[in-house]
């Protein structure tokens, strides 16, 4: 048994050796386009009118560089790490949480930025963000980001709108006199520990903690503490957007941390439903077109990338995914259907309010010695589970 | 001349002697045709099924976070942890309720198709109980969201009822209740029974078609009340069946993992717990050890129904 326990490890050893690319040399031409482009993606991110006519932003692309795009949808983070490490695609929209672990894991290629003409249109302030940019290489372009806003019943909170998560966080009467108990949801994913941290970071100052995604075993304990005291006026944690959507409309839910993308589309739906960023602040996610270290279809790779800066991708996009454009202008010079009242709403202002999301790693640059995000996993596992 | 006559027929092609070959040796045959199969099974299935619970051997570097290929047993010993305890146990008791009350509502369902439903009544038994397995298995689980929301269709028939003071007494009752049924384990439990009822009540009918009424009948005429014949010699006869049709609605609570997710708590059960770990945290290890866990208990479970002669009938 044991020399058949070996073997195994022996051969699942050689074979995630052998799918390990050779460090991929940056490109410093582009040629004529492969005629096809393969991309992950979070659902609804890249659209070819099929889904509503009016958002397209394959289509003229395809017609100009005759690189046919194919799409792959990821519905998490790690869905998207493991499809790119099984390879096969070109491009990725990666978030903060999984953009390092890929760049760690040599999946992904530094991008020459001087053949992306539009680069210089991006936002100054994503240009060489951390989860993209690491030591001194681009590991791709911007693409659209967005805050996790407080989302609320305006029956509920009448005029009063809530200015800080404790309505989430702390039991409490809501303005209509009931209590919050059974009536607010939370985040169904580790990375929700980052938003109590990030509420404790104003609460409970004394705890020290600089970054909300690295916290010492004392600022986690802490932060884990205020989720069971949540766990216990929580009766549902969100999973699915659209479940969540279906739970402010059937299960009188009150509040919840959410995205702008729930907001408006209960908002289209005519459902009492507003949102904000409290006083706190929020934690929030911001994606970045990677290319695959191996992809093999690099020319259109950079054709599209240059078409998502260029094009009315930008500005189509964030209306319909509720979600802000990497390219500022693209909120008013008309190039699609968004405009500044639009991007206001959906937080462009709020950027320096935002923490963006991270994967937690043992290895922190704020104190040394932090939490790691496997413990995240499981220690949430058990917090909603009562523990 | 004679010497000609006598020579064998000269060899033919390449095919003629080989169905030469296959003919004398049945045996050979025999291997050709189930090497294939026995391929498939030991290599894609029972092959990738111990690549997985070798992974469980390892365990995670608690700094790196990497995983440290080296054979040890500390991930076994995370399984003993409370919040995973917790899991094991939230998943057997809720796959054991499952499978107890889908055999109570299950046999009536099956001994009526079995015994008067006849014709275009015995077709429409079929179909109503094969019907539910045609639509999509999500379609079902979502219509079940709403069915069971704070604001659907059992609040509004409990309010028509003037009954809305019996549903919020039950919903108070601590771990059963909550703050409506679908984010209940009451709602969790009621999804999981429509959705896997059919695997039980089939079985079940199978068990009692094979039953025969005669045996019934010397029962009733030897001085048995209906009570007793149907725990001496219908409930005997008819266990394989149940037993059989338990082993589906058993192992397949014990593995689902979209149900909870939909409909319930947000308390994770163990098919949950090993998408979790294996996707989310890239803890492969743990997420064996739990892949383990249904394994083992499924095993105990078969052992017990084999006694039971379930497979008898096979």
New interface residues.
């Given amino acids: 048994m ?1 020399s ?2 070996n073997s ?2 022996a ?3 050689a074979a995630s050796v052998s799918v390990l690319p050779a460090s991929a040399e940056m490109m410093t031409s582009i040629g004529e386009g492969e005629g096809e482009l393969n991309i992950v993606a979070w659902p609804g991110y890249i659209e070819r009118g099929e889904t509503a006519a009016e958002f397209d932003w394959v289509t003229r692309f395809e017609e100009k560089t005759g690189c046919k795009v194919n799409v792959k949808s990821a519905n ?1 983070s ?2 998207m790490v ?1 499809l790119m490490n099984e390879g096969g695609f070109d491009l990725v929209t990666a978030s903060g949480d999984a953009s390092l672990r890929m760049i760690a894991g040599k999946r992904v290629q530094p991008i020459n930025i001087s053949l992306i003409p539009s680069w210089d249109t991006i936002d100054d302030r994503l240009k060489e963000a951390p989860w993209h940019y690491v030591d001194g290489a681009h590991y791709g372009v911007p693409y659209m980001w967005g805050p996790n806003v407080l989302m609320y019943n305006t029956e509920v909170f009448g005029d009063d709108a809530p200015t800080s998560w404790n309505v989430v966080f702390e039991p409490m009467n809501l303005p209509d006199g009931e209590p919050n108990e ?2 607010v949801q939370a985040y ?3 990375i929700h520990i980052a938003d109590a941290a990030l509420y404790l970071m104003t609460h409970q100052p004394e705890l020290g903690i600089e970054s909300p995604y690295e916290l010492n075993q004392e600022q986690y304990d802490a932060a884990l503490d205020l989720l069971r005291q949540q766990r216990k006026l ?4 969100w ?2 957007a659209f ?1 969540q959507i ?2 402010f ?4 839910m009150a509040a919840s941390g959410s995205w702008p993308f729930q907001v408006n589309l209960l908002q289209a739906d005519g459902a009492p439903i507003a949102s904000v960023i409290p006083e706190e602040g929020a934690t929030g996610w911001a994606d970045t077109t990677m290319m695959h270290a191996d992809a093999a279809n690099p020319n259109c790779s950079y054709m599209w990338m240059e078409h998502t800066l260029s094009s009315n991708l930008m500005s189509d996009l964030s209306v319909w995914f509720g979600a802000n454009p990497a390219v500022p202008a693209a909120c008013t010079d008309g190039r699609g259907m968004q405009t500044a009242e639009g991007c206001t709403k959906n937080g462009f202002d709020d950027f320096d309010r935002i923490s963006f999301w991270q994967t937690p ?2 290895s922190c640059e704020s104190q040394g010695e932090c939490v ?3 413990r995240w ?3 949430y ?2 917090v ?4 | 001349m004679a010497e000609t006559a006598a020579r064998p027929p000269a060899p033919r092609g390449l095919s003629d002697r080989l169905s030469d070959l296959l003919w004398s040796r049945q045996g050979l045959l025999v291997l050709l045709l189930i090497l294939p199969p026995a391929l498939w099974l030991g290599i894609i299935y029972l092959g990738a099924l111990f690549a997985l619970l070798a992974q469980s051997f390892f365990a995670i570097d608690p700094f790196s976070g990497l995983i440290k290929y080296e054979f040890t047993l500390r991930t076994y010993g995370e399984l003993f942890r409370a919040a995973n305890l917790d899991i094991i146990l939230r998943t057997v008791l809720m796959a054991g309720s499952v499978t107890l009350a889908a055999a109570l509502i299950g046999f009536p369902v099956a001994y009526y198709a079995a015994r008067y439903a006849r014709g275009k009544w015995k077709a429409l038994f079929y179909l109503g109980v094969m019907l539910p397995l045609w639509s999509s298995y999500l379609v079902k689980v979502y219509s079940w969201k709403l069915i069971l929301a704070k604001e659907g269709i059992l609040s509004w028939l409990f309010e028509t009822l003037h009954l809305t003071w019996l549903l919020d007494a039950y919903l108070s009752l601590p771990v059963v209740g909550g703050n409506s049924l679908s984010v209940s384990w009451t709602g969790t439990f009621l999804v999981f029974l429509y959705v896997w009822l059919p695997f039980m009540i089939l079985p079940t009918q199978a068990a009692l078609e094979r039953v025969p009424p005669s045996m019934l009948e010397a029962s009733g005429d030897l001085g048995a009340r209906p009570g007793q014949t149907f725990r001496h010699v219908l409930l005997p006869l008819a266990l394989p069946g149940i037993v059989a049709g338990s082993i589906f609605t058993f192992s397949l609570t014990l593995g689902d993992y979209i149900i909870p997710q939909i409909v319930g708590t947000s308390a994770r059960m163990i098919g949950q717990a090993v998408y979790q770990f294996q996707g989310t945290a890239g803890n492969i290890p743990l997420a064996a050890a739990f892949a383990v866990v249904p394994i083992l208990i499924m095993g105990v479970y078969l052992y017990i129904a084999k006694r039971m002669g379930a497979f008898d009938a096979l």
């Fill in positions: 044991k058949f326990l195994c490890t051969l699942s050893l998490t790690d869905e493991a059974g009536r169904d994913g580790p929580v009766s549902r944690y999973h699915d479940i279906d739970d409309k059937n299960e009188g790693v043992s790691p995000y496997y996993v499981s220690d596992i058990g909603i589970g009562g523990r």
